[in-house]
């Protein structure tokens, strides 16, 4: 059975850091690129950042871009998310979700984790 | 960044009704779009992916359409199950863009 697993969020002030985790298990995780995917509260799904299978392609989003590092353990088969400068607009609950096609990284999210929440505040 | 712009934000249906739920991109993506449901409280969930391709375990009357700009989630015969908010998301190139979201309520 697949299981997402994400870890790490919590309270965090203005311009402060965090990193979320998130464990996969009941597939090869090194197979499957993996997205971070946040919603804030009351909104709408907005896509954050994709990696590859091998950890070597990554992409973000511009609000993002510069401020989020994502990176993966394929020997621990956890994915990350580093935040840093973070700000009022990043209070989130960040979902980790797998991608549908192993070796293709796509926006089709097959099995997602329950999320964790994010909040940006003084 | 690419727009996706759903139609309607919001219906109100009864159960058995058919409903059309419209997405469209400010420029074409071939058929790189996936519809995912979502209730409240939980993950989304992939219904549709390549614009037309069910998700193993979804059910037959949920159906997708389109390519290029405009695309269409049908859901033949609505179901108490399926009362739900629901996204489209194109990945055709990046930054991958979803669009706003359609409330489905019960009428």
């Known amino acids: 059975e697949v299981q997402l697993l994400e870890s790490g969020g919590g309270l965090v002030q203005p311009g402060g850091s965090l990193r979320l985790s998130c464990v996969a298990s009941?597939?090869?995780?090194?197979?499957?690129?993996m997205s971070w995917v946040r919603q804030a509260p009351g909104k709408g799904l907005e896509w954050v950042s994709a990696?590859?299978?091998?950890?070597?392609?990554?992409y973000y989003a511009d609000s993002v871009k510069g401020r989020f590092t994502i990176s993966r353990d394929n020997s621990k088969n956890t994915l990350f998310l580093q935040m840093n400068s973070l700000g009022a607009e990043d209070t989130s609950v960040y979902y980790c979700?797998?991608?549908?096609?192993?070796?293709?990284?796509?926006?089709?999210?097959?099995?997602w984790g329950q999320g964790t929440l994010v909040t940006v505040s003084s | 960044a690419i727009q996706m712009t759903q139609s309607p934000s919001s219906l109100s249906a009864f159960v058995g009704d058919r409903v059309t739920i419209t997405c469209r991109a400010s420029?074409?993506?071939?058929?790189?779009l996936a519809w995912y449901q979502q209730k409240p409280g939980k993950a989304p969930k992939l219904l549709i992916y390549?614009?037309?391709s069910l998700q193993s375990g979804v059910p037959s009357r949920f159906s997708g359409i389109g390519s290029g700009t405009d695309f269409t989630l049908t859901i033949s015969s609505l179901q108490p199950e399926d009362f739900a908010t629901y996204y489209c998301?194109?990945?055709?190139?990046?930054?991958?863009?979803f669009g706003q979201g359609t409330k489905v309520e019960i009428k």
């Open positions: 420029q074409g993506i071939r058929n790189d």
């Open positions: 390549a614009a037309s």
């Open positions: 998301l194109q990945d055709y190139n990046y930054p991958w863009t």
């Open positions: 979700a797998k991608a549908l096609r192993p070796s293709k990284v796509a926006g089709s999210f097959d099995y």
């Open positions: 009941g597939f090869t995780f090194s197979s499957y690129a």
């Open positions: 990696i590859g299978g091998g950890g070597r392609s990554t």
